[in-house]
């Protein structure tokens, strides 16, 4: 059996996925998911596959093969391993599917390296901890997480609300373990992970003590519900390449009394203990790192999308169309450049493990929430009305107006199949459903950028610029 065939076994647990006010029987062979299932299961596949093997997998101390985001990188090489790794997945899928490629399980694997960051305050994080980490990397588990309120108010605290239970809340605590009720949002890619980490991704205050709870559940978890948004999926690969595949989903989780185990219960009632594990910064670099290698493979996957636009209609030799597409090649060079340079100055952290540089991969991740929607202008802007002005279907090229269309639609440098089929794809990227999506998950995925650049500008060490003015000026 190969790692997709095991995955496709797992998906049938009884998981309550909500989507248009039904509960999906069977995720496998529904229309608005099984395109990506059979992605998923395609990439895991990868695993097996005697050329991508290696560079996808490792032995790990009990002897299972495990997925690279799950290896503890004690050699620099390592770190240069994992991104080889992250590539390969992301380039599977264009970078377009963020969840299956690692980032969460890079996560974990850096709470598990520094799992004794927080033995003092929740003495039995670092067992619980480990046994997790070993049981997802030995069984080959996907991971997302869910870490935000529901929005209602932002000037309001959780507990400040209204109804107590609307943001998760501890109910109560039995001797099996706590019992939640309330929602999280949102867990991009829920219904096709094997577990879910939910947690708060901002800090908590005092006064929400009973919101600050970090556990784990499977999507079949009893009393957990997902609820899907509107879906973006079509079954039609042909006028729909991406979202025929790649539509990875985002849902809501609603927890219904859920009794979490204490097993899967990593800290409770402590916002200074899920603080620190969530703002370390070995664990952030590890795991934003596949963050940027997928974001290369996107925007090479736009750059390339670009080129092909702009030379099916003969415009390639315009000085402004060369300024656009230039613009695109400076997008992949510079956050291209920003991977490689957080990976060349990867330090040995006193744990004895390599981590690569922070500031550059903040910098690409910040840089990336202003680059994509530019990009995605830039192929607009070189398209024209082009991605609109294609037929519904690719099929009516063949149909009772054949030879009238594939004479209309052909373009400078190709016949009309080519010419549509890179105009729906275009579509696909910038003005489906699935497209505009994409836009607003590089925009927010990794926090509000407000947010996160005033966050960059706090930790940046501004020291040795100051010092130089100083030098200068006495
Ligand atoms: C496609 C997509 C996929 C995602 N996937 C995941 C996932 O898998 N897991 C997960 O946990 N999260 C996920 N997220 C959520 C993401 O982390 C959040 O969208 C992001 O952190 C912003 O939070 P918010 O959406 O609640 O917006 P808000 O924080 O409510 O912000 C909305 C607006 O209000 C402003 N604002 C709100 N509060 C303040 C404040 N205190 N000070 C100043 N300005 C404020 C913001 O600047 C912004 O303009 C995803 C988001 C998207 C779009």
């Known amino acids: 059996m190969t790692a997709g065939d095991r995955y496709l076994k797992r998906l049938n647990d009884g998981r309550r996925v909500w989507l248009n ?80 490629s690692g980032f969460y399980r890079a996560q974990l694997t850096g709470w598990y390296i520094n799992r004794e960051l927080i033995r003092s305050e929740q003495p039995h994080f670092p067992e619980k901890l480990a046994r997790y980490y070993t049981h997802l990397r030995d069984n080959d588990l996907l991971i997302t997480a869910a870490g935000h309120d529901p929005q209602i108010d932002r000037t309001k605290l959780a507990s400040e609300l209204g109804e107590l239970y ?17 929602a999280k949002m949102i867990a991009t890619g829920g219904p096709y992970m094997d577990e879910i980490m939910v947690s708060p991704h901002s800090k908590k205050t005092q006064e929400e003590q009973r919101y600050a709870v970090m556990f784990a559940i499977s999507p079949s978890h009893p009393g957990v519900h997902l609820i899907c948004r509107e879906s973006f999926a079509s079954d039609n690969q042909e006028d729909h390449p991406l979202s025929s595949r790649y539509d990875e989903m985002d849902a809501v989780l609603v927890f219904d009394d859920a009794l979490i185990p204490w097993e899967r219960v990593f800290i409770k009632d402590d916002p200074d203990a899920i603080w620190k594990i ?66 060349h100055r990867s330090k040995l952290h006193p744990l004895g493990v390599w981590v690569p540089e922070m500031q550059p991969i903040l910098t690409a991740k910040n840089l990336g929430n202003r680059y994509y929607p530019r990009a995605l202008e830039i192929l607009q802007q070189l398209s024209g009305a082009g991605m609109l002005q294609v037929p ?83």
């Open 392 to 474: 519904s279907t690719l099929a009516e090229l063949n149909g009772p107006l054949g030879p009238q269309l594939q004479n209309v639609y052909r373009g400078a440098d190709r016949n009309a199949e080519d010419r549509v089929k890179l105009l729906k794809l275009a579509w696909e990227l910038t003005g489906s459903g699935l497209g505009a999506r994409h836009e607003l998950y590089e925009r927010f995925y990794a926090g509000d950028p407000v947010r996160t650049y005033a966050g960059q500008y706090v930790e940046y060490d501004k020291q040795p610029l100051l010092d130089k003015v100083g030098k200068r000026i006495g």
């Open 166 to 182: 609307t943001a998760l809340r501890i109910v109560r605590e039995t001797e099996d373990g706590i019992v939640v009720r309330g």
């Open 278 to 343: 969530r703002s370390d910064q070995l664990v952030s670099a590890l795991s934003l790192h596949e963050n940027i290698a997928r974001l290369v493979s996107k925007l090479e996957f736009v750059a390339a999308v670009g080129t092909e636009l702009a030379a099916s209609i003969g415009i390639t030799k315009f000085a402004h169309v060369q300024e656009k597409l230039a613009e695109l090649y400076f997008q992949l060079e510079s956050v291209q450049a920003l991977l490689l340079s957080a990976e």
């Open 21 to 100: 006010g039904e509960i999906v029987p069977d995720l496998p062979s529904h229309p608005a998911f099984r395109g990506t299932v059979r992605s998923v299961a395609g990439i895991l596949d990868l695993q097996d596959d005697p050329v991508t093997s290696r560079e996808l997998t490792f032995t790990t101390n009990t002897g299972a093969r495990a997925n690279l985001a799950y290896l503890i990188p004690t050699e620099k090489e390592d770190i240069f391993r994992r991104s080889r790794s992250y590539r390969i997945w992301s380039d599977a899928t264009f970078g377009v599917m963020s969840r299956v």
